[in-house]
């Protein structure tokens, strides 16, 4: 059944796993990359690994697909230990980044590959190499060969030769990432559909902080062999567990304050109104708030945690505006807009404006109060 992307988000996941990591480890020499990753990802969900690069994601990925292997721990497919059985005997399959088809073939050979290799009946094949040129839409170019093709289009052959094998679950490995922006964001929607109307357990590999929140169910943040948070994509998005999520996952401004109070901490801008959960007066925390959160005005429209700022630097980004403002204090805020037109959203440098920081919107980090204990997220 299709199901359209408002229904798919409102979908209901299955309990049962269908890949199961129990405390995987993985060194190359003396570098760790792998650090006891525990992680179950439900039957029929599309779930994403996102990080930086060296945070140990393809090589969780590359583990799961049999082309490494773990120094300990189990990996299980549906219940089943895959530890013991090479690539080929694994019901999953693997769309990779540069898609690895095979130039001199055309389109129906390269989709027929796989299942020749398994001495399939040629009558089967053909009915199942169509069946699958079909459900990615690409059937009137089964005779061109892969640089007859546009980037999208071999991208669809490459997902059409992953799933005519039946697998239980598809690996994309950053299978978007050489696609010019437009292309890309169209073709994040196609897999959606079809991820939907195969109802296969997608795995897809990312750097692509949006590319996560869009195409995703849930998701795990990884960072230096460890998961940082593990969640649906607007909880995390929403209520980020740390310093580095609320980093990497877009952007945040993160300040470092002392309980004062009952719902109220001192910070450099002053007291705040915070509603989420504090800790004990005297304890020091760190708090984040989004770009989008802050309010902007030339008029103050709040007392409670509002102050005045001067615009540094102005940004335009066609349906958004990005502002850095400074405060008295010479604390710097990113404050994002929409570009609706209108006066009270359009700012220049040098102008005396108003924050708004809204108490239900700010949140509270777990893990490090201190700014400069927090490395650079890239």
Do not use: W
Request: charged share 25%.
């Amino acid at each position: 059944m299709d199901l359209n992307i408002g229904q798919r988000r409102k979908r209901v996941l299955e309990e049962s796993v269908d890949v199961h990591f129990k405390d995987i480890r993985k060194a190359f020499g003396d570098v760790e990359v792998l650090k006891g990753i525990n992680l179950e990802i439900r039957r029929g969900e599309f779930f994403s690994l996102l990080g930086p690069s060296g945070c140990g994601k393809t090589t969780l990925l590359r583990i799961l697909a049999g082309f490494e292997f773990a120094d300990s721990g189990a990996v299980l497919l549906r219940g089943q230990d895959v530890a013991p059985l090479p690539p080929n005997q694994r019901s999953v399959n693997t769309v990779f980044q540069n898609y690895a088809l095979f130039p001199h073939m055309t389109v129906a050979d390269n989709v027929a590959f796989g299942l020749r290799m398994r001495k399939v009946p040629s009558a089967e094949v053909k009915t199942k190499v169509q069946n699958a040129l079909e459900m990615v839409e690409i059937s009137a170019f089964a005779e061109r060969r892969p640089a007859q093709l546009s980037g999208g289009q071999r991208q669809r052959v490459a997902l059409a030769r992953a799933i005519v094998n039946e697998p239980q679950v598809l690996l994309l490995d950053e299978p978007l990432s050489a696609l010019d922006r437009k292309l890309r964001v169209n073709l994040q929607v196609e897999l959606m559909r079809l991820q939907a109307r195969l109802g296969l357990t997608f795995i897809f590999v990312t750097h692509d902080q949006e590319e996560a929140l869009t195409m995703s169910d849930r998701m795990a943040v990884m960072n230096k062999g460890v998961i940082e948070q593990l969640g649906g994509v607007q909880e995390m998005y929403e209520r980020p567990a740390n310093a580095f999520v609320a980093k990497f996952l877009g952007s945040s401004n993160l300040l470092e304050g002392t309980v004062c109070g009952e719902a109220r901490v001192k910070t450099q801008l002053g007291e705040l109104m915070v509603n989420d959960f504090l800790p004990a007066i005297g304890q020091d925390v760190l708090l984040s708030i989004r770009p989008e959160k802050i309010q902007l005005s030339r008029t103050q429209l709040s007392q409670q945690n509002t102050v005045a700022v001067s615009v540094t630097d102005d940004i335009y980004q066609g349906a958004t505006g990005a502002y850095r403002v400074r405060t008295n204090s010479q604390l710097e805020l990113e404050v994002n807009t929409m570009n609706g037109g209108v006066q009270d959203s359009d700012f220049a440098i040098e102008d005396e404006l108003f924050a708004h920081l809204p108490a239900n919107l700010i949140v509270v980090l777990a893990g490090s109060t201190r700014l400069d204990q927090i490395g650079e997220v890239h």
